[in-house]
């Protein structure tokens, strides 16, 4: 197979996951499409445990980058924990198996109801983003009659040259809080009969390249635990958070989980925590696909477009953040037009591709839009009341549907 992605590429001019023909897939389940493969999970996952094997990180992947069931199922038999952010997806993660022992609970705001819920299955610790929720936690924890495990989410202030909506390490940025405040927040914990700091937590961003923001990071943030500990608050957990970038392009190399371990092992052992890991779209980006159908060429005097059946509400980063996402055709052949790539939806942003290099397709023939693996499903909507596509596994040589397409009923179940 001539990879375009690892276990994705071409063999004898057809586009196959692992054993199976992309087309064989759509014929049977339809597009447009989601297909991933297990085994490029897997891979993508074992990286970053070698990478840190010395170390042995609790990897807590984050349940926001692909949160299908089946998904978080193989992540757990490969030992990993999750990072979440709602107790929709506490709730995915326990039902995947994943025991609440390896499950972080994060984001700027969460609800009383599903602090609860996390207090109630004994998560591992929540990582805190404002004073307002530490007391909130603390409130709901007394009512329980629990102690709450709590990190506070910290910000470095370090710019991880990312795209701006993906950025959260910055000043001026919603999450996390500044090193005073967290100290302040450490002591209120101390002191608190139902609150108890084990860890501390920091994430950056997303889709990270320059691996030397990590380590000015991790240098940061290390300063304050050893100040924590003068303070007499011992902290056992390291959260770096995810934030580990992938290639886009097939002809880029991706930068290496290595290269992440030589960042921040040296701190972890210096301060003999646990490192916590939270990545998503490392393990899950360039293991995924969006299989979709031309419907139309339609050729104007300036362009020849090819409109596919997908569109922005099944894959939202092109049109969100300009994201580029690699296209091929399934069925490869001489590369021979421009093609401008877009969905049927009804918005000009609902565009894939612009001007690039494919053969002469034909109506009915498929695509491929790469790397979709990671916040492909999971930004999906119902916006111009289209139904969400449905996923398929490949393992190997054979291939199952792990969520069903929705249907026109599903789309109105909820409006009686
Ligand atoms: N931990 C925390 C606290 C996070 O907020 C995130 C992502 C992660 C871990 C996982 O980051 P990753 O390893 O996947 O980079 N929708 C955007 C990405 C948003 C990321 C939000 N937080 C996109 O499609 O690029």
């Known amino acids: 197979m001539r990879e375009i992605f690892p276990f994705i590429g071409h063999k004898e001019g057809e586009l196959f996951i692992e054993g199976v023909r992309a087309e064989e897939i759509a014929r049977e389940v339809g597009t447009p499409l989601y297909v991933y493969s297990r085994k490029a999970i897997e891979e993508a996952y074992r990286e970053i445990e070698e990478a840190f094997k010395e170390v042995n990180p609790l990897i807590a992947f984050a349940v926001k980058s692909n949160s299908n069931v089946h998904v978080l199922k193989l992540l757990k038999e490969l030992g990993a924990g999750a990072d979440t952010v709602s107790a929709g997806e506490i709730y995915r993660a326990i039902t995947a198996g994943i025991e609440p022992k390896k499950i972080l609970f994060a984001g700027v705001g969460k609800r009383e109801e599903e602090i609860e819920f996390a207090l109630d299955r004994g998560i591992l610790m929540f990582n805190v983003e404002s004073e307002g929720e530490l007391y909130k936690i603390e409130e ?19 710019d991880p040259k990312t795209h701006p909506y993906i950025a959260t390490g910055l000043k001026s940025s919603k999450f996390g809080v500044d090193f005073g405040t967290a100290l302040k927040m450490y002591e209120r914990a101390k002191e608190s009969k139902y609150l108890k700091p084990v860890g501390i937590h920091f994430h950056i961003g997303s889709q990270i390249t320059d691996i030397s923001v990590f380590s000015q990071a991790a240098q940061k943030v290390k300063e304050l635990v050893k100040e924590l500990g003068s303070r007499g608050i011992e902290i056992e ?10 290639n886009y392009r097939p002809d880029e190399k991706p930068v290496s989980a290595g290269e992440l371990a030589r960042a921040l092992i040296p701190h972890v052992k210096e301060l ?3 490192l916590i890991l939270e990545p998503g779209r490392r393990i899950v980006g360039n293991a995924g696909v969006l299989i979709t159908e031309l419907l139309y ?25 300009k994201a580029y996402h690699h296209i091929e055709a399934v069925r490869g052949g001489e590369k021979k037009v421009k093609a401008t790539i877009v969905g049927p939806i009804c918005e ?12 002469e397709m034909k109506e009915g023939e498929l695509l491929a839009i790469f790397s979709a693996g990671a916040y492909g499903f999971t930004m999906a909507s119902n916006y111009n009341s289209r139904p969400r596509p449905a996923e398929v596994l490949v393992e190997g040589d054979s291939f199952r549907v792990i969520r069903q397409r929705e249907t026109l009923a599903d789309l109105i179940s909820r409006e009686f």
């Open 140 to 158: 709901v924890a007394k009512r329980l009659g629990k102690v709450a495990p709590i990190a506070v989410r910290v910000n470095p202030e370090v």
């Open 237 to 246: 957990y390291f959260d770096a958070g995810g934030g580990l970038g992938i």
């Open 272 to 274: 003999k925590c646990r």
């Open 297 to 321: 060429r339609k050729e104007t005097p300036e362009k020849l477009f090819y409109i596919v059946d997908a569109g922005m509400n099944d894959l939202a980063r092109p049109s969100l953040y």
């Open 348 to 359: 000009s942003g609902d565009l894939f591709g612009e001007g690039r290099e494919l053969p």
